[in-house]
Each structure stands twice: as structure tokens, then as C-alpha cells.
């Protein structure tokens, strides 16, 4: 690209590329991780280095000149009518709640804003119908999918990306989310996407379709299966769905239900728990290196694997023995072993299909380099001030780590909720 301008930098250097007029790779964060100064500097560098490309393009109006269209083995999508709301949806769903955080003068704070403010320009292009940027909502049944990935980042940040819009751009928005009506949801965690867009529908006071969001709520509590797993469809799959996208769309869905009273409070705080349960799994699954299971579809969603950790992190609602820096040091380490370094950027800063590098063949077939950046899932606990505890408190080994040393861990057993 040539405007890769300002602010992809290291924070601890404050060195900045600043209205750069050739290519450049990506700086790479500090690779020092054992302190509690580097840990969120490596979040913010590394969050920074995926989203930049896909939100810097929006608001310049060249996402579609730009997004490589890299593709899984048979893929069988018209690639051209979903991977660009794949990119934009999945890269907002992420991101949201450190865009929503306040101004500040620090260089992290200058980031966030830069970020904000060519996302939201980058919005209106999205669904202006004569801009070369805008973004089919309209045909296939994939943007069921990333319309709902959308309507989650304007539900975790209202006051950052969805009351600044103009009153035009928010009404095609309304009328984009209510088009997908013509199309139905597969028979699987597809059926909270289609309530999700209707949960936010419902939320800002617009007309919305109770039966998608009646059936998807009946359909997941018909799909648990116990231990804070649900079911993905009528058979049970071994994968990451459950954090990809069932227990925070779920959740997330009922805290709207609850707050127009169309759901019991304990119908809620049931499923958060069932989250928190299944968020205790995703923290052991860390080893001591940072490394995770590669099981499972999508495996390319690299990060996203522990969105369920993250919220959790992010909702302050981490049980009594997972300290907070314990979930902070086994995430840094994830993170700085998948991103600090560029094997899994191409050289112009957008992901590549692969798991930790460039690894095509273990792409699923509906898999395109927009699919890619729901990877940002895994960031939201950047959603708490660099002043909370999961930033300070002092480093805190991981479950994985003090378990191969021979130190003392909870032991771990089945929940009956």
C-alpha cells in the first residue's frame, strides 16, 4: 500500500511510520512478553497490524481494489459477493470494544482514534449503493453470517460506531439488515446470526422479526449438551464453534431480550454461566508456550478460537480461580506467537490463509482471506482501560504452565448447569 500512514508503531520506542510513500512490512511488537508493560503492547501492535489494512481501505474506498481473494481448496462461494462484508464484519465484531474506549493523548490512545474515525467513514461507504466500496448485503446466503458480525460490533460499541453515524447511513443500515429476511439461516449456529441482526434491530427501537429470534434462543437450549457445550445443529461437532460464535451471540442476544423484558434474568445469568464453564476449557487448552489444538473447521480463524475467554475477561466475569493476569499472560502468549512476527501477513499486511503461516490446504471450502479476520475475536479484553487489573496486576502463571511444571492446579471437573 502506499498510505501506510502514522501510527503502526511500537509504543514502547514511540516510533511511528509516519506518512510513509512506499511499502513497508510491519514493525513488529517488542518480542519480550514477562512484563506487565509489554503485555498489552503486544495486543494493541499486533490488533493494529491485522484490522489496518481492511479499515484504512474502507474509508479510502479501495477495499474491493485491495483484498487479495485467496481461497480455500473447492471453494464454492461467489467470492466477490461475500468476502468483502466478511472482512469489514468480522474485523468490527473485534475491535469494537478498544475503539469504544475514550480519547486519550497516548500514542495507543491516537491509534484507537485514527482507527475509529476511518472505520466510520469507511461505514458510510459500506452502504452508500453508488460507492464502489458498497457491500452486498443483498444476494447469497453468507451475508446472513456477517451482517450479525456487524450488528455485534454496533451492539459492544454504540457510542464509537453507531450513534456517530449520519441518520442516512444508520437507515440503509436498518434497510441492509432487514433485506437478509428474504433468505433463511442454516439449520445451526447460523440461526443466531439471523436473531442477532433482529436483536439489534430490536434494540434501537426498529421493527424486527420475533420468530428468528424465538427459534434460535428455543434451538440452542434444545442444543446443550452439558459442561458448557452446546451443540452445533442436532449432532455434536469437535471444533470452536461454541467460542467462534454460540455462547457470546447467545449471550449477547439475551442481554437484549432481558432488558426489553422479553426474557427472564435467570434465563441470562444460565447461559453466562454455561460461557464462564466453557471459558475455564479454553484457558487450560493454552500450553506453556502458547500454543493451542489445531482441531476442528475453520481453524483459520486462528485466535478467534477464545473469543468465549475473551468476553468473559472482558465482562469481569472470570470465575474465583482464574486470576485475571493468569488469563492476560496465556493470551499475550498466544498472540505474540501467532502475530508478532509476519508469517501470517502477506507483503502487504493482510492475512494469509493458513493457521500460523501460509497453510492454504488447511483452509475449509468456504474459507476466502475476508473470512480470515475473525482472528480480532480474540482481542476483547483490549476493551478494558489500560488501568484495569487484567492490565496491572502482576504476571500470573496459566493453568498449562503451572501444570507441566509440577506446581499445584485446580483440579477440574463437569458442571450440572
Known sequence: MFKRIA??????????????????????????????????????NNLYKIVYPVIHNMAEGTLKQNLPLEL??????????VTYLEAVGRTMAGVAPWLALPDDETTEGKMRMQLRNELLKGLRNAVDPSHPDYLNFRTEGQPIVDAAFVAHAFLRAPKALWEP???????????????????KAAYSNW????????????????????????????????????????????????????????????????????EKKMAQQQ?????????????????????????????????????AVFQVLAQVALMEKLPAHVAQAQVRGALTAVIDKMFTGNQNFDANGWLV??????????????????SLYLCTLGF?????????????????????????????????????Y
Open 380 to 416: 476483547l479484553p483490549l476493551g478494558l482501560p489500560a488501568s484495569h487489573p487484567f492490565w496491572t496486576d502482576a504476571a500470573a502463571e496459566w493453568t498449562g504452565k503451572k501444570a507441566w511444571k509440577g506446581e499445584p492446579v485446580k483440579k477440574d471437573y463437569k458442571v450440572e
Open 72 to 81: 480455500g481448496p473447492q471453494y464454492y462461494l461467489p467470492v466477490k459477493k
Open 7 to 44: 501510527f503502526l508503531c511500537v509504543l514502547l520506542s514511540g516510533s511511528c511510520l509516519l506518512h510513509a510513500q512506499k511499502k513497508k512490512k510491519p514493525v513488529a511488537a517488542q518480542q519480550s512478553t514477562t512484563t506487565v508493560q509489554t503485555d498489552r503492547t503486544v495486543w494493541v
Open 191 to 258: 440461526l443466531l446470526f439471523a436473531a442477532l441482526t433482529e436483536g439489534f434491530l430490536l434494540s434501537i427501537g426498529e421493527q424486527y422479526d420475533p420468530a428468528r429470534i424465538d427459534f434460535a434462543v428455543r434451538k440452542m437450549k434444545e442444543w446443550y449438551v452439558g459442561d458448557g457445550w452446546y451443540s452445533d445443529g442436532e449432532k455434536f461437532s469437535m471444533d470452536y464453534y461454541n467460542s467462534f460464535v454460540i455462547h457470546p451471540m447467545l449471550v449477547d442476544l439475551l442481554k437484549i431480550l432481558v
Open 353 to 370: 490463509l493458513g493457521f500460523n503461516g501460509h497453510q492454504p490446504a488447511i483452509a475449509d471450502q468456504y474459507t476466502s482471506t475476508g
Open 267 to 303: 434465563e441470562y445469568d444460565l447461559s453466562v454461566q454455561r460461557m464462564v464453564r466453557h471459558a475455564e476449557f479454553l484457558e487450560r487448552i493454552i500450553s506453556p508456550e502458547g500454543t493451542f489444538p489445531v482441531f476442528g473447521r475453520s481453524i483459520t480463524y486462528r485466535t
Open 165 to 183: 453515524l449520519d441518520s442516512l447511513t444508520k437507515r440503509r443500515f436498518i434497510e441492509e439488515f432487514k433485506s437478509l429476511r428474504n433468505r
